[in-house]
């Protein structure tokens, strides 16, 4: 079951600089999208969301955008911190499935000095 | 802040034995959700629970498996007769009751092992 692709396993980027993680869906009856941050031994961490309806939204340092057409949303994390390092999931879900989230398979990002 | 507990943190265990791993949900939260992590793949949705009813159910959630509220804080995930490949982390989740898009919060996991 691939609805939700994050191709990139891993990204590294220098402390100040960007970070843009990238997510693919297939399924368009999803209506809400997800980022969650992820430490080894811990459970997942709610970062950020956008509905449908929008096409951005932004907290902070993390702004994530949606292109419906693409079926495509990315997350940008500015100014990149070395307490960043972690792994990053793409996750969806649709308003008729009960709060089933589908992840993606994640990236693991490296904020070097 | 409040968060989603969950104990143990760690579980091994006989294949064909029974676990009990146990989730408290955040207070006022009335969603409760169970996924799991096998090594090395992606986070997997077993069951979704609401009103003291199971909402929706995966594929991998069969008649091994069973969740209950038994009391007005906890949250169970039973697994009967464990196999090996039910060895995975095991995360539990709750979400509030307001509108249909509601972000899940997720606790630290239980590491189950079957031995």
Known sequence: DQQVKQNSPSLSVQEGRISILNCDYTNSMFDYFLWYKKYPAEGPTFLISISSIKDKNEDGRFTVFLNKSAKHLSLHIVPSQPGDSAVYFCAASRTDSWGKLQFGAGTQVVVTP | ?115
């Open chain 2, 1 to 115: 802040e409040p968060e989603v507990t969950q104990t143990p943190s760690h579980q091994v265990t006989q294949m064909g034995q029974e676990v009990i791993l146990r989730c408290v949900p955040i207070s006022n939260h009335l969603y409760f959700y169970w996924y799991r992590q096998i090594l090395g793949q992606k986070v997997e949705f077993l069951v979704s629970f609401y009103n003291n009813e199971i909402s929706e159910k995966s594929e991998i959630f069969d008649d091994q498996f069973s969740v209950e509220r038994p009391d007005g804080s906890n949250f169970t995930l039973k697994i009967r007769s464990t196999k090996l490949e039910d060895s995975a982390m095991y995360f539990c989740a709750s979400s509030d009751s307001e509108g249909d898009q509601e972000t899940q919060y997720f606790g630290p996991g239980t590491r189950l092992l079957v031995l």
